[in-house]
């Protein structure tokens, strides 16, 4: 078992050209942490993974690994592994060959060697495989030697740079599971970049989510989640229902007093204390659908614009008799649909729910997220 | 316009020419359109050379009237003009083999790094080397040959025309193709294969020597290739820099030679150029095979993981 390095990203900043790719970063990965930086392309998270492993140099700033400035150090001084996401296997070396690379480089000694290379192997279950070919070797096998390979040097830090991308979603939801339980079994730190926030968020203790060179939020899984801090963050994971809304400040509760249009809305999350032009945000899981005529406070009249049929659960579109469309969600229980198309509703967000956004202008891309 | 050609034209019937056409283009398979085409252009581009070849096995004295067939009589057959006879011809075949040879061996190498040291440099001063790269390609033979003889007259006129002069003429035009043919196997290659091999540990040297040269294999040796059938065919730059009888190719001799009263030996000189480049050739594909014989796959016929990064279609 071998103890995790602990990484700290001080200002980071690339430039290409007069273009920033990232624009003074701040990250801090404690020992044994799976830490994913999570954003859409170009957001800078592959850059700054790979200014990590010493492949790029950093234009500013600094990375310490264990407390050391590792800057100015050449990748293959660092004590830090990758797995790419093309795996990078030497097409001219078996699996026994590719593995045992790193040892071979320094000069391990020939038992040791074979044990250490069997080892690895056992890890990640390919014992057997070591005449095989890269070429011979399906994507998931090929990962899996792309694994052994980095993590038989027990690095302190594992890197990998969307290491499932080019699966099918099957293998994908296989390695995921087993590429977590390596990581608590190993113990070592993995930073891991993937634009796929269902990756993100089921392996990660914690997430950087980033755009356009910077970072937006860190925190837990759930936090992320449920705690979005930015307009980005909530639009990226998950169904955002973004409201554009009028904040008028906190009131004597600590809630926020929101204005959407017509109706005064109460929200008891997220920077209560602004006023201005802002946007509100509630997971599609936490808006409750309440029968035509019903009172309260959060409640807006409605209709339903369509009515899908998930499987496991019902989502209801529901036009706001103010022009903003609602995703909600319902889990199957076995229970005919709880609303029809056209009906006309009373949408209440629980105050509890009810999320109060600061706008960082930067935006999510625009495609589907149904 | 008759009832049956309107009847004819209603059911779609084709005109002589359309289903011509439409024979030729066969979208379902082979063009064979353009079958046709390459057919006849190789027809075209060697049957010279195959007569020049048959000429070589020529009973008698004439290169123009086949007088019989005689395997051996220009080969070694003849006490006097055969190329196993006559020293003059032997010595051009010599020398031949030589610049060829040295050649290959001093620019390849010299090629490679030049081209890793190209693809690695970035700056504006690296596209202007990578244009100056392709000079000698573009540069006519006679402008080489003339300028490469002034330079050994007045610059380096420590060196005398010679073998050497030759050599050092040959590896200068021969390295640009090398350095074409490497840079682009290096550029689809791209650089994972040097990460990777850095991120594990090795030294740029050990990257270089474990990593970067086995996956080059294929445009190595077709640098090989290349390089001896450029400098084995070579007669401009040979003959600017020759110091006389003592360092004709075989090129050389053959033009002397057809102004003089040719003999078949000559075709067989040149028949014997022609096998030697074909041999070159088979050696290096089947070196190609053997050392790749653990890259493919079972099942797909042929095709390494190297050679799918686009190295043996030259």
């Keep these: 078992m071998v103890r995790g390095g602990e990484v700290q ?100 000694e020939r038992s040791e ?62 390695l995921q599971i087993e590429l977590k339980a390596l990581q608590q079994q190993v113990g070592i730190t993995f930073i891991y970049v993937t634009h796929d926030q269902e990756e993100a968020l089921t392996m990660s203790d914690r997430i950087a989510v980033m755009s356009n060179g910077r970072v937006e939020q860190v925190a837990a899984p759930r936090q992320v989640y449920e705690e979005p801090a930015t307009v980005f963050v909530a639009d990226f994971l998950g169904v955002s229902n973004l409201m554009q809304v009028t904040a008028r400040g906190a009131d004597a509760q600590g809630h926020c007093r929101i204005r959407l ?64 469309s609602i995703q909600t969600l319902f889990q199957n229980t076995g229970d005919e649909m709880p609303y029809a198309q056209g009906a006309a509703v009373h949408v209440h967000f629980p105050a509890d729910a009810l999320r109060v956004l600061r706008d960082t202008g930067a935006r999510a891309p625009t495609t589907d997220k149904s | 316009m008759t009832a049956t050609s309107a009847s004819l034209a209603l059911a779609g019937n084709r005109s002589v020419l359309r289903r011509v056409r439409d024979w030729l283009g066969n979208p379902w398979g082979r063009p064979r359109f353009l079958v046709l085409v390459t057919w006849a252009y190789i027809v075209w581009s060697i049957v010279p050379v195959l007569i020049a070849i048959q000429f070589s096995f020529n009973a008698g004295r004439s290169l123009t009237a086949w007088q019989g067939l005689s395997l051996t009589r220009w080969y070694w057959g003849d006490p006097v003009d055969s190329v196993w006879a006559d020293p003059t011809l032997q010595a051009a075949l010599l020398q031949s083999l030589k610049l060829a040879g040295l050649d290959m ?22 596209e202007a080397s990578n244009l100056l790269m392709l000079f000698p390609l573009v540069t006519p033979e006679i402008v080489m040959g003339v300028s490469l003889s002034l330079v050994f007259l007045y610059l380096f006129d420590f060196i005398e025309p010679s073998t050497t002069a030759q050599v ?70 040979s003959q600017w820099l020759s110091c006389g009888a003592d360092c004709d190719t075989i090129p050389i001799r053959i033009y002397s030679a057809t102004r003089a009263a040719p003999l ?51």
């Design chain 2, 168 to 237: 050092l003429g040959h590896v200068t035009f021969s390295l640009s193709y090398v350095v074409v043919i490497v840079r682009g196997r290096l550029f689809s290659i791209g650089r994972q294969y040097e990460e990777a091999a850095a991120d594990l540990g090795a030294t740029p040297w050990e990257t270089l020597w474990l990593v970067l040269l086995p996956l080059l294999l294929p445009a190595i040796l077709s640098s090989l290739m290349i390089v001896f059938a450029i400098s084995i065919d070579d007669f401009v730059i």
């Design chain 2, 105 to 126: 061996l001093i620019a390849t190498p010299l090629g490679v790094l030049l081209a890793l040291g190209l693809a690695r440099w970035r700056g504006y001063l690296a």
């Design chain 2, 264 to 314: 078949p030996s000559i075709n067989a000189l040149a028949a014997i150029m022609v096998y030697f480049t074909i041999g070159a050739l088979l050696i290096a594909y089947f070196l190609f095979r053997f050392l790749t014989r653990g890259e493919r796959a079972a099942g797909k016929a042929g095709r390494s993981v190297v050679a799918d990064m686009g190295g043996f279609d030259m």
């Design chain 1, 113 to 174: 060697l074979q044990r250490r290379v069997g080892e690895a192997l056992a890890l990640v279950q390919l014992t057997g495989f070591e005449k095989r070919k890269p070429v011979q070797l399906s994507g998931g096998q090929q990962q899996r030697v792309a694994l052994a390979r980095a993590l038989v040097l027990k690095p302190a830090v594992l890197l990998l740079d969307e290491p499932l991308g080019a699966l099918d979603a099957k293998l994908r939801k296989q």
């Design chain 1, 261 to 324: 249009e017509d109706f005064e809305l109460q929200a008891a999350r997220g920077d209560t204390a602004v006023s201005g032009d802002t946007k509100a945000t509630i997971r599609p899981e936490r808006v409750r659908l309440e029968p035509h005529g019903s009172t309260g406070e959060n409640r807006v009249p409605g209709t339903i614009e369509r009515a899908v049929y998930l499987g496991n659960a019902f989502q209801l579109i529901v036009r706001l008799c103010t022009g903003q």
């Design chain 1, 9 to 108: 990203v001080v200002d980071l900043v690339k430039r290409f050209g007069p273009v920033a790719a990232v624009h003074g970063i701040n990250l801090h990965m404690p020992g044994g942490e799976f830490f994913s930086m999570l954003g859409p392309s170009g957001c800078g998270k592959t850059t700054t993974l790979r200014m990590i492993a010493g492949f790029e140099q950093p234009s500013e700033g600094k990375i310490l690994l264990d407390g050391e400035d590792m800057t100015g150090t050449p990748p293959h001084r660092r004590h830090v592994n990758t797995v790419f996401q093309n795996y990078a296997l030497f097409p001219h070396l078996n699996v026994f060959d590719n593995v045992a690379f790193g040892l071979r480089r320094q000069r391990v």
